[in-house]
Nanobody, 121 residues
Framework: QVQLVGSGGGLVQPGGSLRLSCAAS????????MGWYRQAPGKQRELVAA???????NYADSVKGRFTISRDNAKKMVYLQMNSLKPEDTAVYYC???????????????WGLGTLVTVSS
């Protein structure tokens, strides 16, 4: 069974920084795309950033230039460095993994439980 465990959320003032981490576990051979989504109160879940196993990245327009996604394939981890945070970045952030291959199964999509980021003075 594959699990994603995210961490690093919390309360930060506008203009501050946070770094989210997500660890994948479960006899994993490979993960195609890893990413971060977020869901603010009353809004739909949206893609924040994604990164392929080869390092290609994709960002939501609202976070370009402020957020940086990275991953460590050997450790099966993905990170999201968030700088210049704004109140509108407040949301629950979810780790996501696509096409996860283990010794027994291939999972098309796996979600973490989410970590809350609150940007407020």
């Amino acid at each position: 069974q594959v699990q994603l465990v995210g961490s690093g959320g919390g309360l930060v003032q506008p203009g501050g920084s946070l770094r989210l981490s997500c660890a994948a576990s479960g006899n994993i051979f490979s993960i195609d795309v890893m990413g971060w989504y977020r869901q603010a109160p009353g809004k739909q879940r949206e893609l924040v950033a994604a990164i392929t196993s080869g390092g290609n990245t994709n960002y939501a327009d609202s976070v370009k230039g402020r957020f940086t996604i990275s991953r460590d394939n050997a450790k099966k981890m993905v990170y999201l460095q968030m700088n210049s945070l704004k109140p509108e970045d407040t949301a629950v952030y979810y780790c996501n993994a696509n096409n996860v291959v283990t010794n027994r199964h291939r999972y098309l999509e796996v979600w973490g439980l989410g970590t809350l980021v609150t940007v407020s003075s």
